[in-house]
């Protein structure tokens, strides 16, 4: 049971690898989440440029309330729809996360199982108990892991349901303002 060198430069090799994955996607996340807000900022500038204006040629205290009044209800759409998208781009960049780890945690797996596999064909007789203890912590493990991947899916879904519950609620408030 011993390492070769081949084992230890593929082990190193897939580990890089993997993290340039993660750079690669999180640079990515992060690209669109800037997108995201340098498109609010210059939305929100043009319209406050727009608005003041606006506001400027008014020509008496009724038409500055009815201005003002106007303004509202497009700010709020953009603020809720900037809080959307950022949420996606957040949700999207946890899932491709999410992927990375388990697919890790998978091939961690498959390698300490391997790993005591070997162990316990070479090991001295009466060891039996030591590498059955040493699988069943392996199971114990994988079986938490398993438990909080399940959980903490549920907590995103609930989430998820959470942000498009509010955004209706928004939404309808918005519909009903306008009636």
Do not use: C
């Not at 081949?6 to 580990?15: D, F, I, L, R, S």
């Not at 800037?34 to 008014?58: G, I, P, Q, R, Y």
Request: charged share 20%; no cysteine; glycine share 2%.
């Amino acid at each position: 049971m011993y390492v070769t060198p081949e084992q230890v430069v593929a082990t190193n090799k897939a580990g890089v690898e993997a993290f340039i994955g993660l750079a690669h996607s999180q640079f990515a996340a992060f690209e669109r989440l800037s997108a995201l807000t340098f498109n609010a900022t210059k939305s929100v500038f043009e319209d406050s440029v727009a608005h003041t204006k606006a506001m400027l040629n008014a020509k008496d205290v009724q038409e500055l309330v009815n201005l003002s009044t106007a303004a509202t209800q497009p700010s709020i759409e953009k603020a809720i729809a900037y809080s959307r998208s950022i949420y996606d781009v957040a949700t999207q960049s946890q899932g491709e996360l999410t992927k990375l780890v388990e697919s890790q945690a998978s091939e961690f797996n498959k390698s300490v199982v391997t790993l005591v596999d070997k162990a316990s064909k070479n090991a001295p007789a009466g060891s039996d108990v030591a590498v059955a203890a040493v699988k069943s912590a392996l199971a114990a493990a994988n079986s938490a892991y398993d438990s909080m991947s399940k959980l903490s899916k549920q907590a995103t879904e609930l989430a998820e349901a959470n942000f498009a519950a509010a955004t209706n609620v928004a939404h309808v408030a918005k519909e009903s303002k306008k009636k």
